[in-house]
């Protein structure tokens, strides 16, 4: 391809990324980006994590293009950045190479995997951070992958960390947005709903005693003590939303985000149940671990379940707080032989002192039930 052309199509490219302000979509639209620039068949980025623990790998997300939904349900977990994909991690320079199979760090590709030899990869860099890294593989026409794609892939990864930072900039105001959305509502239904509603019912109040008739005695106090628990539902709307914007880091808030954030994985929107003290009782490990649980939870079920529905239940006392994640796929005989997703999670609860167990759910289905000490 011309020189020309090749400039254009990358000016498309970069065009492309950045008409979508949704993060998910714009990972998803840099990969697709990618792999169309350089004539690759497969494409991945892989998100590097914050704060994980070296044993759970540093890939936080492995977003793919060119593996179909089934072929990914074969192959299992998604890589988390060991081995050879490790090279782009540790070095964070441009990679390229004819057959990343006779590299020494290549260590074998898992069941179902389909052959790949030819690579090319790169960082993506925000503010000179590592966000994650782009990998390329089997160029199509050819062997391996031009000097002429690798720098063109530099230059995509560079804008593609312009698009990232802008989605994610545009999140925290649409994040600022409702919060400070939130405050207002509060406000308004403290200084004039509760207010209005108080003045009537105290109006209200007043008449009961020149009323004659005591059907219609009975009636309006029946009004006037509606008007008093409405007054207690809002007050305790009010607590609720002031709770919520004081405390972005709440358990109770961060089990509702992560449930939205696996919609798109999912298919679907998981249900959320809620119950007891989660916020003035669970914290420390305990609430940490509890989201790591969730969060591979959803995953197995992501990958392995073929559910069409999940429900989430999270409810604590003084003493325990237990999670149970239920969906009504294929049940116990659909979980992976091999994989350290199910370990993790009973590895998690008995580090708390509490236990992980996975049992059928009447009618098909599997619950995963996990219980530890509230305050570990």
């Given at each position: 391809?011309?020189?020309?052309?090749?400039?254009?199509?990358?000016?498309?490219?970069?065009?492309?990324?950045?008409?979508?302000?949704?993060?998910?979509?714009?990972?998803?639209?840099?990969?697709?980006?990618?792999?169309?620039?350089?004539?690759?068949?497969?494409?991945?980025?892989?998100?590097?994590?914050?704060?994980?623990?070296?044993?759970?790998?540093?890939?936080?997300?492995?977003?793919?293009?060119?593996?179909?939904?089934?072929?990914?349900?074969?192959?299992?977990?998604?890589?988390?950045?060991?081995?050879?994909?490790?090279?782009?991690?540790?070095?964070?320079?441009?990679?390229?190479?004819?057959?990343?199979?006779?590299?020494?760090?290549?260590?074998?590709?898992?069941?179902?995997?389909?052959?790949?030899?030819?690579?090319?990869?790169?960082?993506?860099?925000?503010?000179?951070?590592?966000?994650?890294?782009?990998?390329?593989?089997?160029?199509?026409?050819?062997?391996?992958?031009?000097?002429?794609?690798?720098?063109?892939?530099?230059?995509?990864?560079?804008?593609?960390?312009?698009?990232?930072?802008?989605?994610?900039?545009?999140?925290?105001?649409?994040?600022?947005?409702?919060?400070?959305?939130?405050?207002?509502?509060?406000?308004?239904?403290?200084?004039?709903?509760?207010?209005?509603?108080?003045?009537?019912?105290?109006?209200?109040?007043?008449?009961?005693?020149?009323?004659?008739?005591?059907?219609?005695?009975?009636?309006?106090?029946?009004?006037?003590?509606?008007?008093?628990?409405?007054?207690?539902?809002?007050?305790?709307?009010?607590?609720?939303?002031?709770?919520?914007?004081?405390?972005?880091?709440?358990?109770?808030?961060?089990?509702?985000?992560?449930?939205?954030?696996?919609?798109?994985?999912?298919?679907?929107?998981?249900?959320?149940?809620?119950?007891?003290?989660?916020?003035?009782?669970?914290?420390?490990?305990?609430?940490?671990?509890?989201?790591?649980?969730?969060?591979?939870?959803?995953?197995?079920?992501?990958?392995?379940?073929?559910?069409?529905?999940?429900?989430?239940?999270?409810?604590?006392?003084?003493?325990?707080?237990?999670?149970?994640?239920?969906?009504?796929?294929?049940?116990?005989?659909g979980l992976p032989r091999q994989g350290h997703g199910i370990a993790n999670m009973q590895a998690r609860a008995e580090a708390l002192g509490g236990r992980c167990i996975l049992t059928g759910r009447p009618g098909g289905g599997l619950v995963v039930t996990w219980r530890v000490p509230a305050a570990s």
């Open positions: 391809m011309p020189p020309a052309a090749r400039s254009s199509q990358l000016l498309d490219a970069v065009v492309a990324m950045g008409s979508d302000l949704s993060l998910p979509k714009v990972l998803r639209r840099i990969v697709q980006s990618a792999v169309d620039l350089v004539d690759a068949r497969y494409g991945a980025l892989g998100v590097l994590a914050a704060g994980r623990p070296a044993a759970e790998g540093v890939l936080a997300e492995f977003i793919t293009v060119g593996i179909d939904g089934k072929t990914a349900r074969a192959i299992g977990h998604a890589p988390r950045g060991c081995g050879f994909l490790g090279l782009l991690i540790t070095d964070a320079e441009p990679l390229r190479m004819p057959d990343l199979t006779q590299h020494p760090r290549f260590t074998g590709f898992p069941p179902h995997h389909p052959e790949m030899h030819s690579f090319l990869g790169t960082p993506i860099r925000i503010h000179d951070q590592i966000y994650g890294n782009l990998y390329l593989t089997e160029k199509k026409g050819s062997t391996e992958f031009s000097k002429a794609d690798s720098d063109l892939l530099v230059a995509l990864a560079s804008a593609a960390g312009v698009a990232i930072d802008n989605a994610r900039l545009h999140e925290r105001v649409e994040e600022l947005a409702v919060l400070t959305e939130r405050e207002r509502i509060a406000r308004d239904l403290h200084d004039t709903v509760i207010q209005r509603i108080f003045a009537t019912g105290m109006g209200l109040q007043g008449l009961v005693g020149n009323i004659d008739s005591a059907p219609v005695r009975d009636r309006v106090q029946q009004a006037v003590d509606e008007l008093d628990e409405t007054i207690r539902a809002i007050r305790g709307t009010i607590f609720a939303l002031e709770a919520e914007a004081a405390d972005r880091g709440a358990l109770r808030a961060r089990v509702l985000a992560l449930a939205g954030e696996t919609e798109e994985t999912l298919g679907f929107t998981p249900r959320v149940h809620l119950d007891g003290p989660l916020d003035s009782v669970v914290s420390g490990p305990a609430a940490e671990e509890l989201l790591k649980t969730l969060r591979e939870a959803l995953s197995n079920v992501a990958r392995h379940a073929r559910a069409s529905a999940v429900d989430i239940h999270v409810d604590c006392d003084v003493h325990t707080v237990t999670l149970r994640v239920s969906d009504n796929g294929v049940g116990l005989h």
